[in-house]
């Protein structure tokens, strides 16, 4: 079929259209349905399933990112460095999502690829959540809900006592992790895994997950852990507890000017840094470009190799 350069013009001219359309719609923040991507290398981990879940696992899209959600089986998704380039570290790494929902693109697969690359090998923890609605319909308006009218004044506001976070269940979530856990020390061989140098990193949910681990499980004995934008109010920290690495934003609705968590691993005597960047928002992942938390992932990487976890260590 023959073109005349204005037809070509026109055809190059819609095309690039069309793939603008396409990006700009990837990176709002409407939530869109998803093909359930293929996951070949996840392990099942058997931990059982939902109570009262009766929805199908699902996928969405939002802000460009893959996300998973009603899910009722755990799995381990193994990310391994390249051969020859392995130093014995292995991570956890725990996507958030309220517990309702998995960011597994933004704050899983992408930050365990970037820490394979650096030798690490990573493991994506695709835990189990609470029930959603079926509908995708159904659960967009259940994550947008009326929200309550203003106080009638501001002596009415100044007075009222700030609303208390839900209590959550995680039991589900704490026997998945410690499956995870488990299953890396089995097959910690076959990985070339040092089994005294597993850490765990989580974001927003999966960074309470984190915590929970740290200061509720009986069978993990973590070596270092990387809450990122968590919840940030003060715990009672075991005396066995793990150097921690801490990242949030200012202008994330989780910091609210705390430093609790810290200043308890502080007064623990418990090796902690912290970086507090001036923004960054909630669910940056491992980065976005023109914020100052953007650069989280390097000094994350430079604590680890100043406590000597990047490097291999002599096999005893």
């Not at 359309?21 to 996840?42: N, R, V």
């Not at 159904?138 to 106080?151: C, G, Y």
């Not at 309470?208 to 715990?235: D, E, Q, R, W």
């Not at 669910?283 to 650069?295: A, E, H, K, V, Y």
């Amino acid at each position: 079929m023959n073109y005349t350069p204005l037809k070509l013009a026109k055809r190059f001219l819609l095309a690039a259209l069309l793939v603008s359309s396409a990006t700009a719609m990837a990176q709002d923040g409407t939530i869109y349905p998803l093909k359930a991507p293929a996951e070949p290398k996840a392990i099942p981990l058997g931990t059982g399933g939902v109570e009262g879940q009766k929805a199908p696992e699902t996928w969405f899209k939002q802000w460009g990112d893959p996300m998973a959600r009603n899910i009722s089986k755990a799995t381990l998704t193994p990310f391994l460095p390249a051969p020859g380039k392995a130093n014995g570290t292995a991570v956890i790494v725990a996507p958030g999502g309220g517990y309702r929902w998995l960011s597994m693109g933004n704050e899983g697969w992408e930050v365990a690829q970037a820490l394979a690359d650096k030798g690490i090998t990573a493991f994506v923890l695709k835990y189990r959540l609470h029930p959603t609605p079926e509908l995708l319909e159904e659960f967009t308006a259940s994550m947008n809900p009326p929200r309550p009218a203003p106080p009638a004044s501001a002596n009415a506001s100044a007075s009222a006592t700030p609303p208390r976070m839900p209590q959550v269940d995680l039991s589900n979530q704490l026997q998945d992790a410690e499956a995870a856990y488990a299953l890396i020390l089995k097959r910690a061989k076959e990985w070339g895994v040092d089994t005294d140098r597993i850490g765990m990193i989580g974001f927003s949910a999966g960074a309470g997950l984190t915590m929970h681990a740290t200061l509720n499980s009986k069978t993990m004995k973590l070596a270092f852990i990387g809450p990122i934008y968590g919840g940030m109010g003060p715990v009672e920290v075991p005396k066995n507890a793990p150097p921690m690495f801490n990242v949030i934003a200012t202008d994330d609705f989780l910091f609210k000017g705390q430093f609790g968590v810290v200043d308890s691993w502080y007064k623990a005597g418990i090796p902690v840094e912290f970086h507090l960047y001036q923004n960054g928002g909630h669910g940056f992942g491992i980065g976005n470009p023109d914020r100052t938390s953007n650069r989280w992932f390097d000094a994350f990487m430079h604590w680890l190799d100043v406590n000597k976890f990047l490097k291999p260590q002599a096999k005893k």
